[in-house]
Structure formats: C-alpha cells, structure tokens
C-alpha cells in the first residue's frame, strides 16, 4: 500500500504564491511518477502537471505553463508544486496521484482558494 500525504494549501490573494507538497509513504518502489489534478465542484478532474522519478521530465496543462512548477525529492519520496502568479480561476482542490504501472494513488486533495 501507499499512502499520500498532501500539504500546503490555503488561500492567497490573486498573484500571490503557495507551494503543494505530496510525500508518499509505504511500498514505494513501484512509483514511476508523481503529478497533481484539480478539481472544483460540479465539474471533472483536471491534470495540472506530472514528473517522472527517473530522469525528472515534467509536463503542464497549457493552463499553468510559465506559472507553476513542479519538482521532487526522490530520497523523501516527495513532489512538490510551486504555484506563482495565481489566478481566481486556480482556485480549486488539488489532489496528489502517484504513479504505478500496477495502479494509481491518489490522495485526499488540500484546497486551495484564490481571493481576486
């Protein structure tokens, strides 16, 4: 089993900064990748970013290009989310999924709010 603890969010005011972070616990081996989703009520969940644990290649919803960055610590087991520049429209929950070829993770989802 892994387990996935999500941290950081909040509420900031539009262009302020927060940063997410996932620190992942259990049978980790099998974590090819870490990435965050958001989601706000009523509507789907949408793919933020995602890196690789080997090799570190990131990828961005076209959305959050240029604003937000993400990054990991192998040794901890822990991807990170820095969020620049927010938006309004940022504001939603956001969820941590670790990556398996056996089966996705997800954790629980940390909220956060962006006050215009």
């Known amino acids: 089993q892994v387990q996935l603890d999500e941290s950081g969010g909040g509420l900031v005011q539009a262009g302020g900064s927060l940063r997410l972070s996932c620190a992942a616990s259990?049978?980790?081996?099998?974590?090819?990748?870490m990435g965050w989703f958001r989601q706000v009520p009523g509507k789907e969940r949408y793919f933020v970013a995602r890196?690789?644990?080997?090799?570190?290649?990131?990828y961005y919803a076209d959305s959050v290009k240029g604003r937000f960055t993400i990054s990991r610590e192998n040794a901890e087991n822990t991807a990170y989310l820095q969020m620049n520049s927010l938006k309004p429209e940022d504001t939603a929950v956001y969820y941590c999924?670790?990556?398996?070829?056996?089966?996705?993770?997800w954790g629980r989802g940390t909220q956060v709010t962006v006050s215009s």
């Open positions: 259990g049978r980790t081996s099998g974590i090819v990748g």
């Open positions: 999924v670790a990556l398996r070829a056996v089966g996705n993770v």
């Open positions: 890196i690789t644990w080997s090799g570190g290649s990131t």
